[in-house]
């Protein structure tokens, strides 16, 4: 509030004019929940991994319309899985929770998260269906209308990103991903994630001084993001996977830096991107 009268503001009725000025992550910051990302077309759907933000697509979930899920798993790091003891479909007679992996081991940890002592419901007294489906890498599949195709990132422990295709549009899903190669001759058949993409969510945890001391992390910067959009001629990107150790003047101060390093280097390439936030809702055009 500090900001508020140094502005010289001081009476209560100006606080909401005031924040009208500010950006929404200014104000609220860009959340804190762990990943979890939801492809829309329509009444058709796609959840993307199953951290803590699960929870609150969970909340809004209406049984009584749908009772069938579809959720795509990159890799199995706790902060993409732990939510999904608590996505409550799982408890549901009559729902169906659909599971797709590259991952042999898919069915194994996923029941392991549904066992005592760490969890009071076994995977045997799940009233929902849970069917386990394996994907192959760089094959294309079909999954509630969407067309979805698996390709490794950069990551220490296997991870796979998503090209989700529907309508002409698609979305390149690349988090966690440390983007060590970023050209299509280094990314080989793994350009296959990025080409012609009309939105790309991008891992930009740390800058680009930070990599020296988090080389093998498996996380990315913003200024690589922007030099793969300058190599495959991407327009749109988002970047995400935000230092959970950060306050918001923290995310807040990475993104001016992110902004000058584009002024300064990319903005020829007259990008649209942004720090995704909690909640944020992007229709793909």
Request: glycine share 8%; with cysteine; hydrophobic share 35%.
């Given at each position: 509030?500090?900001?508020?009268?140094?502005?010289?503001?001081?009476?209560?009725?100006?606080?909401?004019?005031?924040?009208?000025?500010?950006?929404?992550?200014?104000?609220?910051?860009?959340?804190?929940?762990?990943?979890?990302?939801?492809?829309?077309?329509?009444?058709?759907?796609?959840?993307?991994?199953?951290?803590?933000?699960?929870?609150?697509?969970?909340?809004?979930?209406?049984?009584?319309?749908?009772?069938?899920?579809?959720?795509l798993i990159t890799h199995f790091h706790f902060d993409h899985i732990l939510g999904l003891p608590f996505f409550i479909p799982h408890f549901v007679k009559g729902c169906t929770i659909n599971y797709y992996s590259v991952h042999k081991e898919t069915e194994e940890i996923?029941?392991?998260?549904?066992?005592?002592?760490?969890?009071?419901?076994?995977?045997?007294?799940?009233?929902?269906?849970?069917?386990?489906?394996?994907?192959?890498?760089?094959?294309?599949?079909?999954?509630?209308?969407?067309?979805?195709?698996?390709?490794?990132?950069?990551?220490?422990?296997?991870?796979?990103?998503?090209?989700?295709?529907?309508?002409?549009?698609?979305?390149?899903?690349?988090?966690?991903?440390?983007?060590?190669?970023?050209?299509?001759?280094?990314?080989?058949?793994?350009?296959?994630?990025?080409?012609?993409?009309?939105?790309?969510?991008?891992?930009?945890?740390?800058?680009?001084?930070?990599?020296?001391?988090?080389?093998?992390?498996?996380?990315?910067?913003?200024?690589?993001?922007?030099?793969?959009?300058?190599?495959?001629?991407?327009?749109?990107?988002?970047?995400?996977h935000h230092d959970p150790a950060f306050s918001i003047e923290d995310s807040l101060a990475q993104k001016k830096r992110a902004a000058k390093i584009y002024e300064e280097k990319y903005a020829h390439l007259k990008l649209q991107w942004d720090f995704a936030y909690e909640?944020?809702?992007?229709?793909?055009?």
């Amino acid at each position: 509030m500090s900001e508020f009268f140094t502005a010289g503001n001081t009476k209560p009725d100006q606080v909401k004019k005031f924040l009208n000025t500010k950006g929404i992550t200014a104000v609220a910051g860009f959340g804190t929940a762990t990943t979890c990302v939801e492809v829309m077309d329509g009444d058709k759907s796609l959840l993307i991994d199953g951290g803590s933000g699960l929870k609150a697509k969970s909340d809004q979930c209406n049984l009584s319309v749908n009772k069938e899920f579809h959720i795509l798993i990159t890799h199995f790091h706790f902060d993409h899985i732990l939510g999904l003891p608590f996505f409550i479909p799982h408890f549901v007679k009559g729902c169906t929770i659909n599971y797709y992996s590259v991952h042999k081991e898919t069915e194994e940890i996923i029941r392991g998260l549904f066992q005592k002592p760490t969890f009071p419901v076994p995977f045997e007294s799940l009233s929902a269906e849970v069917k386990f489906h394996h994907l192959n890498a760089y094959e294309q599949n079909e999954v509630n209308g969407f067309l979805v195709t698996p390709y490794m990132t950069d990551h220490p422990d296997t991870c796979y990103g998503f090209r989700i295709e529907k309508n002409n549009k698609v979305y390149a899903h690349a988090v966690d991903n440390e983007a060590i190669r970023i050209t299509a001759a280094d990314l080989g058949q793994d350009a296959g994630l990025y080409r012609n993409a009309d939105l790309v969510y991008f891992d930009a945890q740390y800058d680009e001084e930070d990599m020296a001391s988090k080389k093998g992390w498996g996380h990315g910067t913003s200024m690589r993001g922007f030099e793969l959009c300058e190599n495959f001629g991407l327009k749109n990107i988002l970047f995400a996977h935000h230092d959970p150790a950060f306050s918001i003047e923290d995310s807040l101060a990475q993104k001016k830096r992110a902004a000058k390093i584009y002024e300064e280097k990319y903005a020829h390439l007259k990008l649209q991107w942004d720090f995704a936030y909690e909640g944020q809702v992007v229709e793909i055009k």
